[in-house]
């Protein structure tokens, strides 16, 4: 079985074979389709136990949300597992017997159905009693099923039993939801051990996989309608403001997805995990999908907004799929229970292969000898500007060739996956090791191997990976930080030299640097990306001056100068002008480490979760206040949407594409979900969270205060957040803005 950010390719001949029958059958009546889909085989498949059973329950539903349709497939799921379970009652297996032929069953949860309607469900003497709200399918459905969980209680009965009062409620759900009154109604009750939450958190994931399914279609469809459809004499694709609208959606449907995935995955495998997992997907779905859906029909504009187009059934199928089952506050709830009742650890084990876990364990260890309390403790009494730069740990990392992890063993790095280097920056964030230095090695040194001369590679690349020598990157200028192909930097042929002149700005480790990988205009008479090449330039060259700037950060970029500074023809790194090649290349790998901080994330959150429950706050703790409840619940979800989408990057590199889009995903919403930890932690906690380091009443000794000066930075550095919507946007096909 696939981890849950990697396709499951075991699953896409089943998708095409399920997508071209709900094409084929969507104007079906439902008893029609149901019946199709029974004879197709839907339900042995769900309870063939395969492995992947809810991973294929939750592809069935996406396919029929594409089509803004609803079947009882998740209650007829819930129904075989539960007779399937150890010591599953005589009645719960005749009630399998019958769904397993065919029969469509309606399933009611009591407490589930409903916010703050009350919900009832009493059997007397083999008489059923009950006030039942919100209950899908029972138009279609032949049987009726309903569950106590408090008392472990089932119950069922034949959809025409004598004493079923059904009460449609038409709205935004198709079919309309109905609530179910018993009095005095025959029914076959039994206990069932596989009960609990199991139902509702089904129904809920399960409902959420419809709405994903939905607006997936109105995101296809809305990506062929902005490249025909024109306004103001050109295709509204061409709009940078819908480009950004559209990669907002992309980046919702991939976190979406991936946290569902998690859940599934958690499920197969038998992990109780997976109850965590799928409140994270709807806390985080159950909101982020109705965001999402509205974008889009914005962008339809009044072409949407005809009910003879698609779009007005697949956004009432999105809204009603995540406003079901108690809602988003139910999942935060549910999320807030796991991770604010008792400590726990939010960064939950992930496999990533025999080898990648192995590498982990090996370097956990090495990591317990040489970064430590008493080297934390180090670092962080230093000042904010010498802070996360250590030449012995830089070159330590070098002694076990890990500066190149992925680079080939005869190059000096290590030869590991991109799994393995996934493992090396979550598990670096998690102890806080410093990790400027290597960071910069590590998103240059692939490029000197691909682009480097021969006499390059041979005597820079060993300095830079066993981290004897520090590469700064000089590309920024003062009138050229996102829109790095505007930079002025010039480097002119002078015999046997190129003379560069020019400034650089917010150059990191520009004052400890051995080495700048400096971008310079070498054809200024070329349009804007071409005529640009990579030099690599000793930092004590004469005419470079160095000075220090002062971040709100603390930390301390620095301007660089360079007058007249000569280097020699062999310091041109690629070809002549093909310089945005060798810069593009780098940026794309910076990109997917920046995005692998969402481990820190985690970190930081569950310092969050015990400063909440040590706070008092009127005769309890701020942890059980139940908005704080909820506003931590959410980052916490997307937390783990943020570490999802940071490996289905890597998985792609792993895969060997080249991850522009993924990465570009990745770090916009890890940088973004920083400063709102941090904001909502200001809000959450008063002043004291904006104290500094030290300061007598600084919240977490500082660290609310120094996280959101840390994020203003990750947002902006990389290439600000909105350039890589522009790159999402190319990769959905879309032209340049």
């Known amino acids: 079985m696939s981890p849950p950010f990697v396709r499951d390719e075991d699953l896409d001949g089943l998708r095409n074979a399920v997508r071209r029958l709900v094409r084929e059958s969507r104007a079906l009546p439902a008893e029609a389709l149901w019946q199709r889909v029974v004879a197709q085989g839907w339900l042995q498949v769900l309870e063939a136990g395969t492995g992947a059973a809810l991973r294929t329950l939750m592809m069935f539903n996406a396919e029929l949300g594409r089509a803004a349709l609803s079947l009882p497939l998740t209650e007829a799921f819930w129904i075989l597992r539960a007779a399937a379970a150890d010591g599953a009652s005589p009645e719960m297996v005749d009630l399998a017997l019958r769904v397993r032929a065919g029969e469509p069953a309606a399933l009611a949860v009591a407490g589930a159905g409903s916010r703050f309607r009350p919900e009832t469900l009493q059997v007397r003497a083999g008489r059923g009693y009950a006030e039942l709200c919100n209950v899908e399918h029972t138009a279609l459905c032949t049987l009726i099923v309903a569950l106590a969980p408090e008392q472990g209680l089932a119950l069922w009965m034949d959809a025409g039993t004598i004493g079923i009062t059904v009460q449609t409620n038409p709205g935004y759900s198709a079919p309309p939801l109905a609530d179910l009154t018993l009095s005095n109604a025959a029914v076959t009750a039994c206990k069932v051990r596989y009960i609990g939450s199991t139902a509702a958190d089904l129904l809920r994931l399960a409902a959420i996989a419809r709405a994903w399914g939905?607006?997936?279609?109105?995101?296809?469809?809305?990506?062929?309608?902005?490249?025909?459809?024109?306004?103001?004499?050109?295709?509204?694709?061409?709009?940078?403001?819908?480009?950004?609208?559209?990669?907002?959606?992309?980046?919702?449907?991939?976190?979406?997805?991936?946290?569902?995935?998690?859940?599934?995955?958690?499920?197969?495998?038998?992990?109780?995990?997976?109850?965590?997992?799928?409140?994270?997907?709807?806390?985080?779905?159950?909101?982020?999908?109705?965001?999402?859906?509205?974008?889009?029909?914005?962008?339809?504009?009044?072409?949407?907004?005809?009910?003879?187009?698609?779009?007005?059934?697949?956004?009432?199928?999105?809204?009603?799929?995540?406003?079901?089952?108690?809602?988003?506050?139910?999942?935060?709830?549910?999320?807030?229970?796991?991770?604010?009742?008792?400590?726990?650890?939010?960064?939950?084990?992930?496999?990533?292969?025999?080898?990648?876990?192995?590498?982990?364990?090996?370097?956990?260890?090495?990591?317990?000898?040489?970064?430590?309390?008493?080297?934390?403790?180090?670092?962080?009494?230093?000042?904010?500007?010498?802070?996360?730069?250590?030449?012995?740990?830089?070159?330590?990392?070098?002694?076990?060739?890990?500066?190149?992890?992925?680079?080939?063993?005869?190059?000096?790095?290590?030869?590991?996956?991109?799994?393995?280097?996934?493992?090396?920056?979550?598990?670096?964030?998690?102890?806080?090791?410093?990790?400027?230095?290597?960071?910069?090695?590590?998103?240059?040194?692939?490029?000197?191997?691909?682009?480097?001369?021969?006499?390059?590679?041979?005597?820079?690349?060993?300095?830079?990976?066993?981290?004897e020598a520090v590469f700064c990157l000089g590309y920024s200028e003062p009138n050229a930080g996102s829109d790095l192909a505007s930079l002025k930097t010039r480097a002119r042929r002078d015999g046997e030299d190129w003379v560069i002149d020019g400034s650089k700005i917010w150059t990191t480790l520009g004052t400890v640097g051995d080495y700048v990988w400096l971008a310079a205009r070498t054809d200024p008479e070329q349009p804007r990306h071409a005529g640009i090449s990579v030099f690599i330039v000793p930092m004590n060259s004469p005419g470079i001056t160095i000075r220090p700037l002062r971040a709100m950060n603390g930390h301390q970029p620095c301007a660089v100068f360079y007058d007249q500074v000569r280097v020699p023809l062999g310091a041109l790194v690629g070809e002549l002008n093909e310089g945005w090649k060798v810069i593009t290349s780098a940026l794309a790998q910076e990109r997917m480490l920046m995005g692998g901080f969402a481990a820190r994330l985690s970190l930081y959150l569950g310092r969050l979760a015990a400063a909440l429950r040590a706070t008092p706050c009127n005769g309890g703790s701020l942890a059980q206040r139940a908005d704080v409840r909820r506003r931590f619940a959410l980052l916490v979800a997307e937390a783990q949407a943020a570490r999802l989408l940071a490996l289905q990057a890597a998985a792609v590199a792993a895969a060997g594409g080249s991850a522009i889009a993924e990465a570009a995903i990745s770090k916009i919403f890890s940088s973004e979900l920083e400063e709102r930890i941090a904001e909502e932690a200001m809000d959450i906690f008063g002043i004291e969270a904006t104290f500094t380091q030290q300061a007598p009443g600084a919240l977490l000794d500082g660290q609310i205060e120094h996280s959101l000066l840390m994020a203003l930075m990750h947002v902006i550095g990389g290439g600000a957040n909105e350039i890589q919507r522009n790159l999402i946007a190319q990769g959905l096909g879309l032209p340049r803005s």
């Open 214 to 467: 939905a607006l997936s279609q109105a995101f296809e469809s809305l990506l062929g309608y902005v490249q025909i459809r024109e306004q103001f004499g050109r295709v509204i694709g061409r709009f940078q403001a819908v480009q950004h609208k559209l990669a907002n959606v992309r980046i919702v449907l991939d976190a979406s997805r991936l946290l569902s995935a998690r859940a599934a995955t958690e499920f197969d495998a038998g992990s109780e995990e997976w109850r965590f997992h799928a409140a994270c997907a709807c806390a985080y779905s159950m909101r982020a999908l109705r965001t999402a859906a509205l974008e889009v029909q914005h962008i339809f504009g009044a072409v949407g907004f005809m009910e003879d187009h698609e779009m007005p059934h697949l956004f009432r199928r999105i809204h009603a799929d995540t406003l079901r089952y108690r809602g988003c506050d139910q999942a935060l709830e549910d999320v807030a229970a796991h991770v604010l009742t008792r400590e726990e650890r939010l960064l939950k084990s992930v496999v990533l292969g025999s080898a990648a876990e192995s590498f982990r364990v090996e370097l956990r260890a090495w990591l317990d000898q040489h970064w430590t309390a008493a080297h934390r403790a180090r670092d962080a009494a230093r000042g904010k500007a010498e802070r996360h730069f250590d030449r012995e740990f830089l070159a330590a990392l070098g002694q076990r060739r890990w500066i190149g992890l992925s680079l080939p063993a005869e190059t000096g790095g290590a030869g590991l996956s991109a799994y393995e280097q996934y493992v090396f920056t979550e598990e670096l964030n998690l102890c806080e090791a410093p990790i400027y230095g290597f960071a910069s090695a590590q998103l240059l040194a692939p490029s000197l191997l691909r682009y480097g001369t021969p006499e390059q590679r041979s005597r820079l690349l060993p300095l830079m990976l066993r981290g």
